[in-house]
Structures are given as C-alpha cells and as structure tokens.
C-alpha cells in the first residue's frame, strides 16, 4: 500500500492550512457563498438536502484498518455514526458541520487521507479493480500506476480547471470489475500480441449520466513508458477544445461524439506527437519506488483445500452460502478475497456504521494483512484471506449484519444516495433498493435467479450507475411525483453496453411487480446455466417489453 | 447564491440551509414582531399574499447577504393541522429528514427549537 513521503505529507497538511482559512472566512463574512463554493468543493464539501456532505477520496479503492478506524473515529465525532461508500470507492459522510471540516480534514491527513480533488471540474479520484493484485484473471495489479497518476493530477496546474469532471478508471485483469469503458478515460493493462511487453489500452469518452456513452478504444497499445505524455495530450485536447459554453455537452465524451473517434484520435495523436515525452513522463526510478509499495504481502505456502472449511461448510449451510457466493478466486493457492456485503436487506446499500468500520478494520487486520478495498458496487473487500480463517470471519461479520450473502445477486443493488440525501436528486433510490431487496429476500430465490445486478439512480447523472445495470432504474420526476424507469440489458463489464428503456415510468410502489415480471420472463425463457443478461442477449427486448405491457396497462 | 428568481404559488414559506451546519431552516415570526429563523417547520411564517411574499423575500436576501444562511427560496405549502406541509415531495423530504433513516433529521426531533433572531 502506498505511503506518503514528506512531498505528500506537506502537499494535504497545506491544503487543510489553506482550507482552514477559506472556512473561517466564509464564517467571519470575508467570503460570499459564490466565492467559497468552487473552495469547498475543491476540498469535497458539497451543501445537500439536509447539511453538507463530506466525499473523501479512497485512492484506487484500497484502505487500511488505521484508516477505516479513523473514518469510524469521523463518524462518531462529526457525523452520525455512519459513512457511505460509493460508487466512485469513495466514502461520504452526510452530517459534517462546516465549522468541523478542518478538524475532520485535520484527522484524514493524520492517516494519509484527504479529500482533494473529489469534486469540481478536475481528474477525480482515480479508481481500479478491487481486487487489484490478487484476482486470479489479473495480467498486472493496475495500482501503482492508479497512484501514478493521483500523483501526477494532484493540483495539475493545466488541468485544475478543465470544462468538466473528470473520471479515470484502470483494471489489470481480463474481466472488468472497474466498468473502465463508462469513465471518462479507461486503462486497461494488456499485453503486446507480438511482442509480449505489457502495455495499455486506452479507451476515452465513456460515461453515463443524461447522455450515456461507452468509451471508445484510441490507443490499442500504449508502450508503459509513454503513459503520461499521452494522457496530457488527451487532457490537452479535452480542455482546450471540450465545451464550457454548457454544462451538459462539456463532458469528453460529447467532443468524442461530436468530432468522430477517428479525429479525436488525430489530435491526440498530433499533440503527443509534439510533447517531449521525458520530461513529462515519469521516471523509471519513481515508477520503480511507486510499484514498490504495491509488492505482494508474505503469503504462507499453502495447499488449495482447506481441511478447516470443508468441515465448517458440511456444519453450517448459511456459512456455505456465504462462502459460495461472496469469495473471489484468488491468484495465490489457499488464499481468496471475501467480499463483505454492506446490502443487508432492508438497509441502505454502501452504508456502514462506525461500529462496522472497527469490525471490518479488526478483520482486515488480523486476517488480510492490515489491507482492505472498497469496491465501486458499494461493498468491502478483505483480499488477502487464507481460507483455513474463513469460518472465524464469518462468525464475526453475522452479528455485525455483515454476512449477507448476495454478491453479485438480486439483493447486491447499486443505489445513489438519491432525494433522501442528494441535493440533485429528482427521485429516491434508497426505499426502492429496500423494497426490491425486500422482495427477494429469500436466499434460496435468489441463488436460483443467479446473477443479476440492479442499479439504481435517483437523477439523470446517473451516480448510481443505472444505465450498465442488467436491471437498471432511473428516478425522475414526473407531474409532481416520482416515477421510475425500467431499463434491461445494461453492462458494466468489458462488454459494456447501455440498457434500453421498457416502457413508460412507474410509480415506486410498482416498482418490485415490474421486477418480478422482468425475472418471470427470464426464468421462463433462460437456458441451462444462463446467466440473465446472456438470456437478454439472446432472446431481445420483446418478450420482457409485453410482461412490461401487461404490467402498466393491469395498472393503468 | 440568490433568492430563486421566480416566486412559487402562495401560499408560500421561506427554507434555507444554515451556513454553520447545513440543517433547514425556516423564516419564523419571533416575539418581537421580526422575521428570525426556526428549525421546526411546524413555525414556519406562512406567506399567503404578495406583500407577505415580498417580505420574506426581501428577509432571504438580507440574511444572504449577512452570510447566515445558504441557498434560502421560498416554497409553496398546504396548510395542515401540524403546520405548513410544501406541496412538492422534494421539500416535504427536506422538511423531514431521510425517509429511510426515520431515526434521522427533523422528522425524529433533531435541532427543532428556535434559534437566532434576525
């Protein structure tokens, strides 16, 4: 895990300094609002429906216990007694007093945390794979080049004030756990089919909100050394030539859309061209150093089974099912990744208390060498688990409510914060995830269904990434009341792709019918061992379209 | 940040967030007379005609200026028996709290007391 030097400690220490004095101007009156709001913001503090929101960055998804202690320690001291992680594998509080902010900023840096950088129109926290460095499908663990580029767009001079946001996304593996093809630019560590030397993908112009767009590949291979050279030239072109003359075509990939991939590329390419790539580009030595602090933990040699598990899985069926559903493959034999579900039937997704957070912290200390992640559907990761220790953590996560076995099922919901919280909201998102998973609470039901992943978002940005959900739903307002959107056939993998509308909205209480009518149809049309999206694919809209029909005209 | 430019129908109550902590506040008649802040939506100063609109606006635009509170506009309400209840599903959750956190917010008591006068 990467530590701050004496550059890093001083760069957050001077920012909470300098944010410390922007508060106390604000309150002393120096400040109007509309000069402190682009200030709060650069420093992550948005005002919401109900009191301000503090979003703090995760870098790349990975945490320690002492940090996940010190974000309990904020929520207990600040907040109330609860955090939310995103969908950007960031962690928001919802309750922080202005005045409490750089005391709170103040307890961040203290364990090389902070929260620059998490909104205004700048490169965002860069977010991976959560299972970085331990997935079984992983060509090379895409964090040290994540912090590379944290480090190299930390208060970029060029790019602090680009058109727009700005999102980048890295996985290493095969299979896309990092829904890279919806940001704004997307890496993917690949290999030189000819020569074998490992490189990157490059796609740009991804994202979802109003005007959903899958990323399109402009660098099939992009040799490591040059990366930063060409992510300038991407950046160059992007703020100079990206619309700031409105809000909802600023984003890249709007002037991907509007100038063709082709001519996107062109000018990257002839910007790239004219860089002087060493002096942008990072030194191997600092590259060197950086990949240092990612090197694998000291795993103990271990053989696949383990005797402990099989006798604790043939005793205790819930354990099994846990154990079935909530583990990923890791790349070190006797080792797995255990995903701890923070969506509990009946709470909000992404939600842990402080108490949770000491738990988890604990776990990942003894148990994960002192390492956890946070994953971008709202869950947390202890990824370095032997499995002779499994039974032990679940028998700790049960009582806590953090044993919900669900990955990647019905119940494993995305949802934004929506109107509950969101200042931007038009809709909730919350009270639709509960009643869905209320719906579909039985455990057995939902293990037949197999996987399916519903995203929730409570307004057209999309936060809760409804647009490449299997099952996606959009909150919206509609004459006065809220009304929800039902799309299928959305994909947040390396076959992303964007759902398409069913029908007309629905009021919430008809949501979880519609659900069920939308899972009636797969279960009625499904082949053996076809997962729904694949039945989706294969079968098209139409049969779930007339299920949807019948449901809004029995309504109507 | 300004008074929303286009007044909503009547009758109409004047919310902001709080600068210090963010919480919803409402305009409020204090004893004396004078327009003051209330946490509980339940005091909120009622505006049924326009010059009663007039003055909460010209209220929005003082306390602005004063850096007491943000984002302040007015909303239009029904009139309940517990108090003004803004007719849009929006307000009426801003007025409460998170529906999903029932122990959260004003709909579970919190800060509903009167506070600064103006």
Known sequence: MYRYDEFDERFVRDRVTQFRDQVARRLDGSLTEDEFKPLRLKNGVYLQLHAYMLRIAVPYGTLSARQLRQLAVIGERYDRGYGHFTTRQNLQFNWPKLRDVPAIL????????????????????????????????????????????????????????????????VTGAQHDRAVIKAHDIGIRILKHPQSGEAGYEISVGGGLGRTPMIGKVVRDFLPKADLLAYLEAVMRVYNLEGRRD????????????????????????????????????????????????????AYEVLSQDSAALSVARAANPDFARWVDTNLTQHRVVGYTAVTISLKPVGLAPGDATSAQMRLVADLAERYSFDELRVTHAQNLVLPHVRKDDLFAIWQALVPAELATANLGLITDIIACPGLDYCALATARSIPIAQ???????????????????????????????????????????????????????????????????LGPGLPAEEVPDAIEAIVGVYESERQDGERFIETVRRVGLVPFKAAFRELTDAAA | MSVAAKRPPLPAILLANDLLDGDVVFATTESDGVIGWTRDPGLALVAADDVAALRLEGFAAAELAAQHVVDAYLVDVELAAGGPVPRHFRERFKTLGPSNRPDLGKQAGEGIARRRSA
């Not at chain 1, 929260?115 to 794979?129: E, K």
């Not at chain 1, 060509?139 to 080049?145: A, Q, S």
């Not at chain 1, 409105?246 to 002037?255: D, M, P, T």
């Not at chain 1, 307002?477 to 929800?484: A, D, F, N, T």
Request: hydrophobic share 40%; proline share 4%; aromatic share 6%.
């Open chain 1, 435 to 501: 009643a869905i998973a209320h719906r579909f609470a039985d455990a057995q039901r939902q293990a037949g269904i197999g996987e399916l992943n519903i995203k929730i978002s409570g307004c057209i940005n999309a936060c809760g990434h409804h647009h490449v959900g299997h099952i996606g739903i959009l909150g919206l307002e509609k004459r006065g009341i809220e009304s929800y959107q039902i799309t299928i056939g959305g994909d947040a993998t390396e076959n992303a792709a964007i759902g398409e509308i």
């Open chain 1, 246 to 297: 409105n809000k909802y075509k600023a984003r890249v990939k709007i002037l991907v859309h509007e100038i063709g991939t082709e001519e996107f590329r062109r000018r990257v390419e002839a910007e790239f061209a004219l860089l002087d790539g060493p002096s942008v580009n990072a030194d191997p030595e600092e590259l060197a150093r950086i990949a240092s602090y990612f090197t694998p933990p």
């Open chain 1, 106 to 169: 103040d307890l961040l840096a203290d364990v090389e945390m902070h929260c620059i950088q998490t909104s205004g129109n700048c490169i965002r926290n860069v977010t991976a794979d959560h299972f970085a460095g331990v997935a079984a499908d992983e060509l090379e663990d895409p964090r040290p080049v994540c912090e590379l580029i944290r480090q190299w767009s930390s208060a970029h001079p060029e790019f602090s004030y680009l058109p727009r946001k700005f999102k980048i996304a």
